[in-house]
T-cell receptor
Framework: GAVVSQHPSRVICKSGTSVKIECRSL??????MFWYRQFPKQSLMLMAT?????????EQGVEKDKFLINHASLTLSTLTVTSAHPEDSSFYIC????????????FGQGTRLTVV | DAKTTQPNSMESNEEEPVHLPCNHS???????IHWYRQLPSQGPEYVIH???SNVNNRMASLAIAEDRKSSTLILHRATLRDAAVYYC??????????????FGTGTLLAVQP
């Protein structure tokens, strides 16, 4: 299957700082990318959907000013957690899919964020 | 988004077939049935998807009920590496749909040696 690469795989940051997570589709053009968050022993929760060149659409309850999403090219989307706090510590996962309907989405390996 | 219902957990023995059920009684005509699995501390992995007909690939088979209100993911010979959380998800592929994958709680499959 297609490859989606996330970087970094894990990061520790101090409370109040910002962290950027990158998501790249390595062998296909990702017209749509999705960002998820997963807390321990819970399912994935969709945070936002982004289409290349457009503003991201955030799910209800997700603060758009805190979780900045940029999808400037067909192979790269970034999620920036601004002014991170310990409660933002989580497993962040991106997903990407191509433009046509009935195509599967591919997931990155996830980023473990720990805010201390 | 239409909801799916799966058992919280299932157990299987290595080398035996596994049938993972999923109920989706409110499925609409443009919903595709997708299955993903997630190993610990990894992102989800695509397994299979279908609309109406049964589907086979190298990983698994997907059996879809005639009324589409339920489906079953079939792993023909379970291995220890198949131990994971399996998610059954409906994705609307109709015109104007957002094509989002909304994850439920999934089924935790344990495989015994």
């Amino acid at each position: 299957g297609a490859v989606v690469s996330q970087h970094p795989s894990r990061v520790i940051c101090k409370s109040g700082t910002s962290v950027k997570i990158e998501c790249r589709s390595l062998d296909f053009q990702a017209t749509t990318m999705f960002w998820y968050r997963q807390f321990p022993k819970q399912s994935l929760m969709l945070m936002a959907t982004s289409n290349e060149g457009s503003k991201a659409t955030y799910e209800q309850g997700v603060e758009k000013d805190k979780f900045l999403i940029n999808h400037a090219s067909l192979t790269l989307s970034t999620l920036t957690v601004t002014s991170a706090h310990p409660e933002d510590s989580s497993f962040y996962i991106c997903s990407a899919r191509g433009g046509s309907v009935n195509t599967e989405a591919f997931f990155g390996q996830g980023t473990r964020l720990t805010v201390v | 988004d239409a909801k799916t219902t799966q058992p919280n957990s299932m157990e299987s023995n290595e080398e035996e077939p596994v049938h993972l059920p999923c109920n989706h009684s409110t499925i609409s005509g443009t919903d595709y049935i997708h299955w993903y699995r997630q190993l610990p501390s990894q992102g989800p992995e695509y397994v299979i998807h279908g609309l109406t007909s049964n589907v086979n690939n190298r990983m698994a088979s997907l059996a879809i009920a005639e009324d589409r209100k339920s489906s079953t993911l079939i792993l023909h010979r379970a291995t220890l590496r198949d131990a994971a959380v399996y998610y059954c998800i409906l994705r609307d592929e109709g015109g104007g749909a957002t094509n989002k994958l909304i994850f439920g709680t999934g089924t935790l499959l344990a495989v015994q040696p």
